[in-house]
């Protein structure tokens, strides 16, 4: 069975950092890009970050460019996103997904960014 | 960037009422999309890829059909646990992009 868990979310001030975890099981990890989709509150989906297999290339939304930082390692069976510089905007419950396509996702982790 | 533009917004309707939406892109992006459900306070759930490609598990009364720009999901039969937030999401080519979202409710 594939599972996707994330770890790492809380409440950060603004300007502050954070480094989420997705562990990822019943699959071969190696295999598959993977991706972080984030929804703020009451909001809709949209997708942050893709990582190709050997995280040899990494994509990413323009408005987290330069301070997020998406990673894995596939010894590990993990996959990371740094997030550096972060403002309120960035509060929102973050999904490691499996894929481009997202056909399987964690239960999420909320990352609240407040003073 | 890729803009997903789907319609209706919300809608409401009753058990055993057959259910289409609807997800233009402001460009072609062939067959590259998917669908999900999401219900409150869960984690989305894929239903669809590749524009008509069934997620395995998922029941039959999903259906997806379209490519380029027009798209459509359709639910044969809607049952309690239908009632969601259905969104589509083209993977054409980044930055990937999800439609605003379908809120189905109960009539």
């Known amino acids: 069975e594939v599972q996707l868990v994330e770890s790492g979310g809380g409440l950060v001030q603004p300007g502050g950092s954070l480094r989420l975890s997705c562990a990822a099981s019943g699959f071969t990890f190696t295999t598959y890009y993977m991706s972080w989709v984030r929804q703020a509150p009451g909001k809709g989906l949209e997708w942050v970050a893709t990582i190709k297999q050997d995280g040899s290339e990494k994509f990413y939304v323009d408005s987290v460019k330069g301070r997020f930082t998406i990673s894995r390692d596939n010894a590990k069976n993990s996959l990371y996103l740094q997030m550096n510089n972060l403002s309120p905007e960035d509060t929102a419950v973050y999904y490691c997904a499996r894929r481009g396509f997202f056909e399987y996702w964690g239960q999420g982790a909320l990352v609240t960014v407040s003073s | 960037d890729i803009q997903m533009t789907q319609s209706p917004s919300s809608l409401s309707a009753s058990v055993g009422d057959r259910v289409t939406i609807t997800c233009r892109a402001s460009q072609g992006i062939s067959n590259n999309l998917a669908w999900f459900q999401q219900r409150p306070g869960k984690a989305p759930k894929s239903l669809i890829y590749?524009?008509?490609s069934l997620q395995s598990g998922v029941p039959s009364k999903f259906s997806g059909s379209g490519s380029g720009t027009d798209f459509t999901l359709t639910i044969s039969s809607l049952q309690p646990e239908d009632f969601a937030t259905y969104y589509c999401q083209q993977y054409n080519s980044y930055p990937f992009t999800f439609g605003g979202g379908t809120k189905v409710e109960i009539k």
């Open positions: 590749a524009a008509s």
